[in-house]
């Protein structure tokens, strides 16, 4: 097991570079499933465990995948089989992806329930209901979705919930489906937008992605193509928070801050100066720029944060924020409307001197005088990243535990904080 240690006091300065968005990377690797032909190109992959995980899940069905650096090769001309096992999926819930390429290329799959997480139950229930829309006949049974169909055919689909990876399913699997498909309350994020532009390279006839209803024609087959994954949204908006939390200077040089509006204006309302060092090219809204972080004054201001779905402010940054908000003087109140038990790092927190209330999907965060560096444990991806930041501003010494979690969505996140000046470095244990 490892752990990462962090003195905190060190202003933060200098500039960093963030990865491939997580969650951009794996449903792009997905749809290579639908490639009847050729290779495609994948640039800019993130060095991650959530990627090591899909990439064994299509190794695994039969794909030849090459990778070098941050580039994936990948081939589905030769899959055998369209199985998704438990011992992958029950590591990473997003392996719920291939459920709809398959189903849509092959007419078969056999994915492993994914299961709860840490944060919450999170049902897979609207994307079966999207794939019966379409004809699908799906069973599940002994912790498997057994999937089966002929050719998919176009559905009107209405969502209940806005949900990111049941917009991505059904997205892909109406690319090769016959007819057209509606996809309503689709969710907003720039990584579906991410997954259109792939999709229409390939050969699929999408349009609407970025809004709240995507209409796909499906079209008979798709090809391999070349794309580079967008940069992540998420890992840059942490590393704001990292600027701010530790009054320090940066620049984060390929910010995607188009994609970060719900982020940048809270953090601004907070008092933090986010400033664009270069214009980015409207043909080009998810390319990153570089964008300099630093506290516009030495008094930070407490505010309140609902999440909600893109273009609101994002759940993926709530752990981060709350961590910065409990060293602000006056009352926070977050609200975490998304995932139904995402305040773990709340326990943590409070080990180290915070002043946090939990009140279901409220947390009543009250501004302390300082943070102290205690032994703390990771209990899922962005909660270890919000420790992190706290061992930051702490005062001493913090040792998180459990660092597979941050692992699985921050590639060397250690190594970065302590390029821009953080006494930091990982064990093992
Ligand atoms: C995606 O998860 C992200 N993961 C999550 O990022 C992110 O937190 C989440 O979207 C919300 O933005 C990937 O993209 C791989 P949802 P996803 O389906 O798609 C309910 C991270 O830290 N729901 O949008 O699984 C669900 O329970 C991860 O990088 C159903 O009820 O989230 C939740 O309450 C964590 N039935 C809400 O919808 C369904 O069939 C939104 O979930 C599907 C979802």
């Known amino acids: ?69 941050g580039k994936l090769e990948i081939s589905t001309t030769a899959i055998d089989n369209c199985q998704a096992p438990y011992e992958l999926v029950k590591t990473m819930r997003a ?92 969710a907003r994020e720039p990584e579906i937008i991410d997954l259109a532009v792939c999709l229409r390279k390939m050969g ?25 994954v967008m940069p992540d949204r998420i890992e840059a908006g942490t590393f ?37 060092l270069t214009k980015f090219s409207e043909d080009q809204p998810l390319a990153g720029i570089p964008v300099r972080i630093r506290r516009r004054n030495s008094t930070l201001q407490a505010l309140d944060i609902k999440t909600m779905p893109y273009p609101g402010f994002p759940t993926d940054m709530q752990a981060q924020v709350m961590t910065l908000l409990t060293l602000i003087s006056g009352t926070s109140v977050i609200s975490e409307t998304i995932f139904e038990n995402r305040f773990m790092h709340v326990f943590e927190l409070q080990r180290m001197g915070a002043d946090i209330e939990v009140d279901g999907r409220t947390a009543i965060v009250r501004g302390v005088e300082k943070l102290s560096g205690a032994p703390v444990m990771a209990s899922d991806l962005r909660a270890s990243a919000g420790l992190i930041l706290a061992g930051l501003a702490a005062e001493g010494e913090t040792v998180m535990s459990r660092v597979y979690h941050l692992d699985r969505g921050y590639s060397g996140f250690e190594k970065k904080l302590k390029a821009l000046g953080a006494n930091i470095k990982r064990i093992k244990e």
């Open 240 to 276: 704001m928070v990292a600027a701010g939390i530790s009054d320090g200077d940066i620049v984060i040089k390929n910010t995607p801050l188009a994609a970060l509006d719900g982020v940048v204006s809270k953090l601004q309302e907070i008092g933090l100066e986010i400033e664009p």
């Open 95 to 186: 392996s719920i992806l291939v459920l709809g390429p398959l189903l849509a290329r092959f007419g078969e799959a056999r994915v492993s329930l994914p299961g709860g997480c840490a944060i919450g139950a999170r049902p897979i229930n609207l994307h079966i209901k999207g794939l019966e829309q379409m004809g699908a006949e799906i069973e599940v049974e002994h912790g498997y979705i057994i999937g089966k169909a002929g050719r998919l055919k176009g559905a009107d689909i209405s969502f209940d919930l806005t949900t990111v990876t049941g917009t991505e399913n059904l997205m892909m699997a109406a690319a090769l489906a016959d007819g057209v498909t509606h996809l309503r309350n689709a």
């Open 1 to 69: 097991m490892e752990s990462i240690i962090v003195k905190g006091g060190r202003k933060l300065s200098g500039e960093v570079t963030v990865g491939g968005a997580k969650n951009s990377a794996l449903p792009l690797i997905a749809a290579t499933l639908l490639a009847e032909n050729g290779r495609t190109l994948l640039e800019n992959i993130p060095d991650l465990r959530d990627i090591n995980t899909i990439i064994r899940l299509l190794a695994g069905m039969g794909a030849e995948i090459t990778r070098s650096e």
């Open 204 to 228: 699929a006839k999408i349009e609407g992605d970025g809004t709240h209803t995507i209409i796909i024609t499906g079209v008979e087959k798709l090809t391999g193509c070349e794309y580079q």
